[in-house]
């Protein structure tokens, strides 16, 4: 099969001084506070601060993925790897989600409706074979995060090309990002290609710069 040309164009500059300052964050352990906090009756992690706009969080590198040039991937560990056209992508049965999310940086947002493919539609294409454990992630932008196969396929996992009934925006990850609501946003990968099964773990972009591996806001679990 030929290679295709999968390079697109982006804006902007990765922001040196803004990776170089979360990555401080982390090694002061900044913004811990370890308050106990329990899901099942409090809404807000601790530590978050609640807003109601939704700011932009990337590297400063915004690609401009066009609709044609667009494709999904999933391969690695699996029986059938999947390679999604847009229009692929959007025959797909669709689900719709309403969720929180929780940036690391401190705030969080309530009842984000998304609409796209649940994450364990598409793996369950993909067959995954018996000692897949993990999922690597690698996005347009070249960013890179990593969490358990296990995580993915949760039920409130999704492959969003919608937000409040409108296609999600290219500074948000359009045409479509992962949305993963119950680890700390930078766990949801914008402008997402390719998803690879793997044995071991393969830390990202961020769990090599001193985030967590895991990521859960309910145990703070920002810095590892
Ligand atoms: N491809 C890509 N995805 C990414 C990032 C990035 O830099 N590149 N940043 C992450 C971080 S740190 C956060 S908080 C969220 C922010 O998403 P938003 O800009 O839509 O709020 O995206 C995550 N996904
Ligand atoms: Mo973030």
């Given at each position: 099969m030929a290679e295709e040309d999968e390079t697109v164009?982006?804006?902007?500059?990765?922001r040196d001084k803004l990776v170089e300052t979360k990555q401080a964050w982390a090694r002061d352990g900044r913004l811990l506070t370890g308050t106990q906090l329990d899901p099942s009756r409090d809404r807000l992690p601790?530590?978050?601060?609640?807003?109601?706009?939704?700011?932009?969080?990337d590297l400063g590198?915004?690609?401009?993925?066009?609709?044609?040039?667009?494709?999904?991937?999933?391969?690695?560990?699996?029986?059938?790897?999947?390679r999604l056209t847009l229009p692929e992508f959007m025959a797909l049965p669709q689900?719709?989600?309403?969720?929180?999310?929780?940036?690391?940086?401190?705030?969080?947002r309530y009842n984000?409706?998304?609409?796209?493919?649940?994450?364990?539609?598409?793996?369950?294409?993909?067959?995954?074979?018996?000692?897949a454990r993990f999922v690597s992630f690698t996005s347009y932008d070249g960013y890179t995060t990593n969490v358990p196969l296990s995580e993915f396929v949760a039920d409130e996992v999704l492959l969003a090309h919608s937000w409040e009934g409108a296609p999600l925006t290219r500074q948000h990850g359009g045409p479509v990002r992962v949305v993963l609501p119950r680890l700390y946003f930078w766990k949801s990968p914008k402008w997402v290609t390719r998803i690879e099964l793997?044995?071991?773990?393969?830390?990202g972009f961020w769990e090599v710069r001193g985030y967590h591996n895991n990521g859960d806001p309910w145990a703070e679990e920002r810095y590892g």
């Open positions: 164009p982006v804006t902007g500059r990765i601790p530590g978050q601060t609640l807003v109601k706009d939704w700011p932009v969080l590198v915004q690609p401009d993925v066009s609709p044609d040039k667009w494709r999904l991937r999933v391969e690695g560990l699996v029986q059938a790897p999947v689900t719709e989600l309403v969720n929180d999310i929780h940036c690391v940086t401190q705030w969080s984000n409706h998304w609409q796209g493919v649940r994450a364990k539609d598409l793996i369950a294409m993909a067959r995954p074979k018996e000692e793997l044995r071991d773990d393969r830390p």
